[in-house]
């Protein structure tokens, strides 16, 4: 299957607040890596202090994050510097924020790499902090930035609280940029729940009833009462019932009702739907109604999907089903258009980064009209080509195979069954996702190969270079349909389930699926053969060869079992 994109935010805070041009410099810095999302740039004029937020893949990230230290270590003097927010350099703090298909270990490793740069190349001093801390008390921004950048010169050569990528003694260019906090944590999600009520103090009692923090414990009288104290003389306070959560209760004139507003600081133990449902739970047992879920800003795809597929299994529903139909589930279960119509491209990060490289790019194949695909294949330029509609045919193959489970799910009678059809109809999804990827990504090894055959060859050296890019372009060429043959092939074992377990009523269809299939290995298979006969490293195109017929001959007794399946329940 294909490898989900790797996707990382990242939310650095600069030391300037008022200078709209040192604030545009930044800010260009980030937007002239390529591959960046700049999602926005916020000044505060009394803090003196902006948070620039940006999105990318991780080495498109972090070149980004240090063009920006750079540039803010070059404008802004510290020595200079006024404003109420705490800070320790121009660039105060820069975390690295998994988005998809990264793990915040992996962040923090990126953040242990980009801290050292920015020491050895910048001469900046960096503390790491949260999850990529070397000491467990640095987890704590409060503890990276003590005394404030007023304290360096005292902490900046003290073992115990020197920084932990280029501590030095105190000079001149630390005294101008100060030093930066580098970290990786968790994505933080603000979600607001409309509550059918005006009264600010049920709302902030709903939000003590579920923010991790939870509520004073009190002598006597549970909300008028003196807050008992332990020896040590601190608050005891009673949790609440969700962890990684931090809220309270307030009014809002705009919309005339009362709202939770919640922090949600850990999406892995407090996902958005669970938060939710308990804010629904706590909320009804003081006698109030949840009339839906404001996000604040932007989130992860997988927090609206996991949401989706939360409520479909809740309803004994398939979870097999195409994503935009899963995050409008999860529109609609959470009330997120309760207040304005939700437009998951404008809210959803991966959207906005799909829809942001697709201005001005050549249109995807999968975008097109099934005429206009039909169409753009008949034209007389070679791509796409029979490798494309292998890979399209093996796409619709799976496409079959997960309509038949998810009427198998649905069939009347077989209620017990919605699970097991269920886990049929997402694999086959995944299947189909995987094959569309293909569709477009076949008619791209053909046009590298195209623009190597395109290289100079003048000189020896250049006659070199291109021989090698031709070759490297057939090798990518020949990988990419026989990786349609695997993906293509899997679809039996689909088919195969529907046809002798599924919906009796939709058989053909998973005939047809069979079919399809088979249609998409073979014609993959042409592909892998034609392109490994251009291949110089002859014993790897005779690997390729004999895979590729590995596979037609098992697809071959793979539809000829699964059509006698078929056959054998419609006569």
């Not at 105190?170 to 968790?186: K, S």
């Not at 608050?235 to 922090?263: C, F, H, R």
């Not at 047992?285 to 404001?294: A, D, K, L, S, Y």
């Amino acid at each position: 299957m294909a490898r989900q994109k790797q996707l990382v935010e990242c939310v650095p805070n600069f030391s300037e607040g008022r200078d709209k041009h040192i604030i545009q410099q930044i800010a260009a810095a980030v937007e002239s890596v390529e591959g960046v999302l700049l999602l926005n740039v916020d000044p505060g004029e009394a803090t003196n202090r902006t948070v620039v937020t940006f999105v990318g893949e991780p080495e498109a990230v972090c070149e980004a994050a240090f063009r920006a230290v750079r540039t803010a270590g070059e404008l802004i003097d510290m020595r200079k510097h006024h404003g109420a927010h705490p800070r320790i350099g121009a660039t105060d703090v820069l975390p690295l924020i998994p988005v998809s298909g990264i793990t915040l270990e992996e962040c923090a490793q990126l953040a242990h790499g980009l801290a050292e740069r920015i020491a050895q190349e910048l001469r900046i001093p960096c503390y790491a902090y949260e999850a990529a801390a070397f000491r467990p008390e640095r987890k704590n921004l409060a503890v990276c930035r003590r005394g404030e950048y007023e304290g360096i010169p005292q902490r900046i050569s003290d073992p115990n609280e020197a920084p932990d990528y280029g501590a030095r003694p105190y000079d001149e260019g630390v005294a101008r940029t100060g030093c930066t906090v580098v970290g990786a944590r968790d994505f933080l999600i603000a979600v607001n729940y409309n509550l059918n009520t005006t009264s600010t103090r049920r709302a902030n009692a709903i939000a003590f009833d579920v923010r991790e923090k939870g509520r004073p414990v009190r002598e006597g009288n549970p909300i008028t009462g003196t807050p008992k104290r332990d020896a040590q003389g601190n608050i005891i306070m009673q949790p609440g019932t969700l962890k990684g959560t931090k809220a309270i209760g307030w009014y809002i004139d705009e919309y005339g009702i009362a709202q939770v507003s919640m922090n949600i600081t850990d999406i892995n133990i407090a996902p958005l739907h669970k938060c939710f449902d308990e804010v629904c739970r706590c909320a009804q047992n003081r006698g109030i109604r949840v009339t839906g879920t404001e996000i604040v800003g932007l989130v992860p795809k997988r927090v609206l999907i996991e949401a989706g597929r939360y409520f479909l299994e809740k309803q004994h529903r398939s979870t097999g089903i195409p994503e935009e139909d899963i995050i409008q589930m999860a529109v609609k279960s959470l009330g997120l258009d309760d207040l304005c119509p939700f437009e998951p491209r404008k809210k959803v990060i991966e959207y906005l980064l799909e829809d942001a490289a697709a201005n001005g790019a050549a249109r995807k194949l999968v975008g097109l009209t099934v005429k206009d695909f039909a169409q753009e294949t008949s034209r007389e330029s070679p791509a796409p080509g029979g490798g494309t509609i292998s890979a399209y045919m093996g796409a619709l193959g799976a496409a079959l195979g997960s309509m038949v489970a998810n009427l198998s799910s649905h069939k009347a009678g077989w209620d017990d069954r919605w699970h097991e059809f269920s886990v049929w109809a997402d694999k086959g999804q995944e299947l189909m996702t995987t094959l569309l990827h293909l569709v477009d990504e076949d008619t791209q090894a053909f046009n590298r190969i195209m623009a190597a055959f395109g290289l100079p060859k003048g000189s020896d050296e250049e006659k070199a270079a291109r021989q090698q890019a031709i070759q490297e372009a057939t090798l990518y060429a020949t990988e990419v349909p026989l990786r349609t043959m695997k993906t293509s092939f899997e679809v039996f074992d689909l088919c195969r389930a529907m046809a002798a377990e599924g919906n009796p009523n939709s058989v053909s269809d998973a005939g047809v699926g069979v079919l399809a299939a088979r249609a998409a290995v073979l014609g993959a298979g042409l592909n892998v053969k034609i392109n490994a006969a251009s291949l110089k490293d002859r014993q790897r195109a005779s690997e390729f060869c004999s895979e590729a017929d590995a596979l037609i001959a098992k697809a071959n007794e793979a539809e000829q079992e699964i059509m006698t399946i078929v056959t054998s329940k419609i006569q």
